[in-house]
């Protein structure tokens, strides 16, 4: 190989060279859930006083990462930093409709243990809410590592701008994508395979409303795919397997895609 080559890749010319690996990055969040739900076998703590520190150390960790990942000065990176820990409970609360929900929808499901320990629709929707609280904050590319993260774990794609209301229930979830200006209200429930994207991909549409708006209480099964940003899915409705909207439906609406199945005795055809 010729040397420019080598000299263009020690050159290392990307913008933020110092930012944190991104397993460093995913691992403060993963010890950020274990410490808010010992359920995943996080840390053991003597006393709350131990707690506090460890909780503090997460805070001076996560206050590293965002003054490596952004142009803040270290004192706004700091406030961030205290900012988001102080919403701490907020989180734990909202995460805590999000197990109910699993919990309270699923038949399978035999106790919150379970729901927090093995269900990956809930790994991925941790560390969305972590990737959002961050996002609105205004950190670059540090809310995207985390939902990557997941994604790579669960195969469940959620944006961290995404804005998604309280009980969350993901069911199964492999191969869900939730786009960047989508909404989603409360107690919403999705299965495997659902697409919530854009029309269209080009580049000038940046920054506009491009995913669809999911109303409270609607269930969206298996397949379905929901396109564009003006497409309203009207709360208490019903969106079924494989179905694929690009349009509005009204609330209380049953959306289902009808194909011809015949069943024949192999029996008799032979």
Known sequence: MEDHFFE???KNPLEQPNIPPNEVISNWAEKLIKVIFSENAGEEFADISALKQY????????FMI???SCKLKNSACKNVAGEFFAGLPELYRILNTDISAIYEGDPAAQSRFEV???????????????AHLLYN???????RILTEHAHSKTGIDIHPAASIGEYFYIDHGTGIVIGETSIIG???K?????????????KVLAGSK?????????????????LGGDTVIGHDSIVGGNVWLTESIEPFSTAYHSPIITIRNHKETS
């Open 8 to 10: 263009h890749i020690f």
């Open 55 to 62: 909780v503090s150390g997460l805070e001076l960790e996560l």
């Open 66 to 68: 965002i003054s490596a």
């Open 116 to 130: 927090i320990r093995t269900y990956p629709g809930f790994y991925a929707i941790c560390f969305y809410r972590i």
């Open 137 to 143: 904050f205004g950190i670059p590319l540090v809310p």
């Open 186 to 188: 409360r107690y919403v």
């Open 190 to 202: 999705f299965y495997q395979g659902v697409t919530l994207g854009a029309l269209s991909v080009k």
């Open 210 to 226: 491009r995913h669809p708006t999911v109303e409270d209480r609607v269930v969206i099964y298996s397949g379905a795919t929901i």
